[in-house]
Nanobody, 121 residues
Protein backbone atom coordinates (compact mmCIF):
# COMPACT_ATOMS: atom_id res chain seq x y z
CA UNK A 1 0.00 0.00 0.00
CA UNK A 2 1.26 3.44 -0.91
CA UNK A 3 -0.11 6.88 -0.17
CA UNK A 4 1.16 9.35 -2.72
CA UNK A 5 0.72 13.03 -1.93
CA UNK A 6 0.82 15.91 -4.36
CA UNK A 7 0.58 19.64 -4.04
CA UNK A 8 2.18 21.88 -1.49
CA UNK A 9 4.73 24.58 -2.11
CA UNK A 10 5.31 28.20 -1.21
CA UNK A 11 2.54 30.75 -0.84
CA UNK A 12 2.10 34.16 0.73
CA UNK A 13 0.00 34.62 3.82
CA UNK A 14 -3.67 34.76 2.90
CA UNK A 15 -3.17 32.54 -0.10
CA UNK A 16 -4.41 29.06 -0.88
CA UNK A 17 -2.95 25.66 -1.63
CA UNK A 18 -4.43 22.26 -2.36
CA UNK A 19 -3.00 18.94 -1.25
CA UNK A 20 -4.10 15.64 -2.69
CA UNK A 21 -3.34 12.08 -1.70
CA UNK A 22 -3.97 8.91 -3.64
CA UNK A 23 -3.79 5.48 -2.09
CA UNK A 24 -2.84 2.47 -4.15
CA UNK A 25 -2.52 -1.21 -3.49
CA UNK A 26 -4.79 -4.10 -4.30
CA UNK A 27 -5.68 -4.79 -0.69
CA UNK A 28 -6.05 -1.19 0.43
CA UNK A 29 -9.08 -0.30 2.47
CA UNK A 30 -9.47 2.07 5.37
CA UNK A 31 -11.96 3.43 7.86
CA UNK A 32 -10.82 6.99 7.33
CA UNK A 33 -8.12 9.14 5.79
CA UNK A 34 -6.70 12.38 6.95
CA UNK A 35 -3.91 14.91 6.99
CA UNK A 36 -1.33 15.63 9.64
CA UNK A 37 1.46 18.17 9.79
CA UNK A 38 4.75 18.59 11.54
CA UNK A 39 6.53 21.88 11.98
CA UNK A 40 10.23 22.04 12.87
CA UNK A 41 10.78 21.19 16.51
CA UNK A 42 7.16 20.21 17.05
CA UNK A 43 5.25 16.98 17.25
CA UNK A 44 3.18 15.73 14.38
CA UNK A 45 -0.40 16.92 14.77
CA UNK A 46 -3.79 16.15 13.29
CA UNK A 47 -5.11 18.66 10.74
CA UNK A 48 -8.24 17.16 9.25
CA UNK A 49 -9.84 13.87 8.32
CA UNK A 50 -12.79 12.21 6.67
CA UNK A 51 -14.61 9.03 7.64
CA UNK A 52 -15.65 7.11 4.58
CA UNK A 53 -18.88 5.72 6.01
CA UNK A 54 -21.10 8.78 6.02
CA UNK A 55 -18.50 11.29 4.92
CA UNK A 56 -18.13 13.05 8.28
CA UNK A 57 -15.22 15.43 8.43
CA UNK A 58 -13.15 16.56 11.38
CA UNK A 59 -10.69 19.41 11.82
CA UNK A 60 -8.20 20.71 14.29
CA UNK A 61 -9.39 23.93 15.91
CA UNK A 62 -6.48 25.80 14.38
CA UNK A 63 -7.71 25.19 10.83
CA UNK A 64 -11.48 25.19 11.20
CA UNK A 65 -13.12 27.55 8.76
CA UNK A 66 -9.99 27.76 6.62
CA UNK A 67 -9.27 24.18 5.53
CA UNK A 68 -11.67 21.79 3.85
CA UNK A 69 -11.13 18.08 3.41
CA UNK A 70 -12.88 15.99 0.81
CA UNK A 71 -12.45 12.53 -0.53
CA UNK A 72 -13.55 9.76 -2.83
CA UNK A 73 -13.62 6.37 -1.17
CA UNK A 74 -14.04 4.52 -4.46
CA UNK A 75 -10.89 6.16 -5.81
CA UNK A 76 -9.05 6.15 -2.48
CA UNK A 77 -8.23 9.83 -2.76
CA UNK A 78 -8.39 12.63 -0.23
CA UNK A 79 -7.89 16.35 -0.82
CA UNK A 80 -7.13 19.16 1.58
CA UNK A 81 -8.06 22.63 0.37
CA UNK A 82 -6.21 25.22 2.43
CA UNK A 83 -7.40 28.81 2.32
CA UNK A 84 -6.41 31.93 4.25
CA UNK A 85 -3.06 30.38 4.98
CA UNK A 86 -0.97 31.75 7.83
CA UNK A 87 2.77 31.54 8.47
CA UNK A 88 2.02 29.21 11.37
CA UNK A 89 0.59 26.71 8.88
CA UNK A 90 4.13 26.16 7.61
CA UNK A 91 4.98 22.51 8.08
CA UNK A 92 5.52 19.21 6.36
CA UNK A 93 2.10 17.75 5.64
CA UNK A 94 1.40 14.02 5.64
CA UNK A 95 -1.61 12.07 4.48
CA UNK A 96 -2.53 8.99 6.44
CA UNK A 97 -5.12 6.25 6.60
CA UNK A 98 -6.53 4.44 9.59
CA UNK A 99 -8.46 1.24 10.06
CA UNK A 100 -10.05 2.48 13.27
CA UNK A 101 -12.03 5.36 14.70
CA UNK A 102 -9.10 7.49 15.77
CA UNK A 103 -7.19 10.57 14.68
CA UNK A 104 -4.26 9.83 16.93
CA UNK A 105 -0.88 9.70 15.22
CA UNK A 106 -0.22 6.23 16.62
CA UNK A 107 -3.54 5.00 15.25
CA UNK A 108 -2.70 5.63 11.62
CA UNK A 109 -2.00 2.44 9.69
CA UNK A 110 -0.53 3.94 6.53
CA UNK A 111 1.45 7.11 5.92
CA UNK A 112 2.38 9.00 2.81
CA UNK A 113 5.60 10.87 2.30
CA UNK A 114 5.54 14.41 3.55
CA UNK A 115 5.02 17.41 1.36
CA UNK A 116 6.30 20.85 2.35
CA UNK A 117 3.94 23.78 2.77
CA UNK A 118 5.59 27.13 3.39
CA UNK A 119 3.60 30.28 4.07
CA UNK A 120 5.55 33.50 3.92
CA UNK A 121 4.51 36.59 5.85
Amino acid sequence: VQLQPSGGGLVQAGGSLRLSCAASGRTFSSYAMGWFRQAPGKEREFVGGIIWNGGSTYYADSVKGRFTISGDNAKNTVTLQMNSLKPEDTAVYYCAATLYSTWHVDGMRYWGKGTQVTVSS
